[in-house]
Structures are given as structure tokens and as C-alpha cells.
Nanobody
Framework: QVQLEESGGGLVQAGGSLRLSCAASGRTTSSYAMGWFRQAPGKEREIVGSISWSGGNTYYADSVKGRFTISRDNAKNTVYLQMNNLKPEDTAVYYC????????????WGQGTQATVSA
């Protein structure tokens, strides 16, 4: 079983930055693809981006491309989401998820961390 815990959320002004972390425990996720998702109030959850097990491949939603960067440190069993040039529309609860299959089937989810961007 894998437990995921996000941290690093908070309140920031538009144009600012936040760095979210997702720490895994229970078993190593070094062979898993990992994803970041977000859910804004009244909206459906959407994918922000993902990273392959090696870190060699990443994917980003068009809405965050060029502003957000996903990275991972397999030695620390941790994945990061660096968010720059934040906009009020980035306000959401951010979740990380683990995909053992590498095929977009996210099996394990964290509880989420709130990121709020003020205008």
C-alpha cells in the first residue's frame, strides 16, 4: 500500500510562486508514474501534469505549460510541482497520485493541499 502526502500549499499573490511536494510512504514509488491534479470549487478535477518513473518524460496541461514544472527525487520518494507566475484561476486543491501501470491508471491518491492565488 502507498500513502501520499502533499504539502506546500498556501496563499500567494498573482505572479508569485509555490512549490508543492508529494511524499510517498509505505512502499517505494520509484517505478511508478506520478501525476498532479487539481480541483477548483464547483469544477471537476483536472490533470495538471505527470512524470514518468525515471523523470525522463513529462506532460503538462495547456493551461499550465510554461509556468509549472514537475520533478521527482526517487531517492527521497518525493515528487514536486513548481508553480510560477500563478494566476487566480490556479486556485484549487492540488492532489498527487501514483500510477503503478504507467498507463494513466492512478491507483493511489493523496488528501490534497490548498493553493490560493489572490488577484
Amino acid at each position: 500500500q502507498v500513502q501520499l502526502e502533499e504539502s506546500g500549499g498556501g496563499l500567494v499573490q498573482a505572479g508569485g510562486s509555490l512549490r508543492l511536494s508529494c511524499a510517498a510512504s509505505g512502499r517505494t514509488t520509484s517505478s511508478y508514474a506520478m501525476g498532479w491534479f487539481r480541483q477548483a470549487p464547483g469544477k471537476e478535477r483536472e490533470i495538471v501534469g505527470s512524470i514518468s518513473w525515471s523523470g525522463g518524460n513529462t506532460y503538462y496541461a495547456d493551461s499550465v505549460k510554461g509556468r509549472f514544472t514537475i520533478s521527482r527525487d526517487n531517492a527521497k520518494n518525493t515528487v514536486y510541482l513548481q508553480m510560477n507566475n500563478l494566476k487566480p484561476e490556479d486556485t484549487a486543491v492540488y492532489y498527487c497520485a501514483a500510477d503503478p501501470s504507467g498507463r494513466g491508471r492512478y491507483r493511489y491518491w493523496g488528501q490534497g493541499t490548498q493553493a490560493t492565488v489572490s488577484a
